[in-house]
């Protein structure tokens, strides 16, 4: 039997991007407490998510939103990963501005959020790139495909990263020219 590459393209990514996934989870967070969260978007789902994109790109007239949006079209899937901002290391440390956990939660809904929370997520987001370099997967890390998912609630979260994968020949992510996204400026 002749398997494709075609074929067989789709699972074999998919089967990345759950070790990505995993690789999110099992990274190191402060005191061990994780909070990330994680969810794969494919299909319908993936292009809501660029078209919401293209919008914020109408919107705001920054054509960047259009280059993101026009690779996460092209990607395979994305992974998202995010953090609540309820969600505290407990330190009272100070990072975020503010002299204590509580002080910070008291803040506003849209932020400050716990420095902790952010580097863990940071750590996330750098061990799931890792695992897809190390499989040969393209990736880029996206923080407007991530807020186009938290506008969209595509997972419980209030800050998001998105991390869109692609199996090419050529690495869509970093090879990219205003002609692959001119289209949608106008």
């Not at 330190?91 to 932020?111: H, I, V």
Request: with cysteine.
């Amino acid at each position: 039997m002749i398997h494709k590459f075609e074929e067989f393209k789709t699972s074999a990514v998919l089967g990345i991007v759950y070790q990505m996934a995993i690789s999110a989870k099992t990274a190191p967070k402060s005191r061990g407490a994780d909070s990330v969260r994680i969810a794969v978007v494919t299909g319908s789902d993936k292009e809501k998510l660029a078209e919401l994109m293209h919008r914020i790109g109408h919107l705001t007239g920054d054509e960047h939103w259009h280059r993101d949006a026009a690779n996460v079209t092209q990607a395979d899937a994305v992974l998202l990963l995010g953090i609540k901002r309820n969600e505290t290391l407990g330190a009272n440390c100070g990072a975020c501005g503010y002299s204590t956990c509580s002080e910070m939660l008291k803040a506003g809904k849209n932020g400050p959020f716990c420095a902790f929370k952010l580097l863990d997520l940071g750590v996330a987001a750098g061990s799931a790139a890792k695992t897809a370099s190390l499989l040969n997967l393209d990736t880029r890390i996206m923080f407007r495909a991530g807020t186009a998912a938290k506008e969209l609630n595509l997972i419980d979260a209030d800050y998001l990263l998105g991390i869109p994968v692609s199996a090419t020949e050529k690495n869509i992510f970093f090879d990219r020219t205003r002609e692959t996204y001119e289209k949608y400026i106008k």
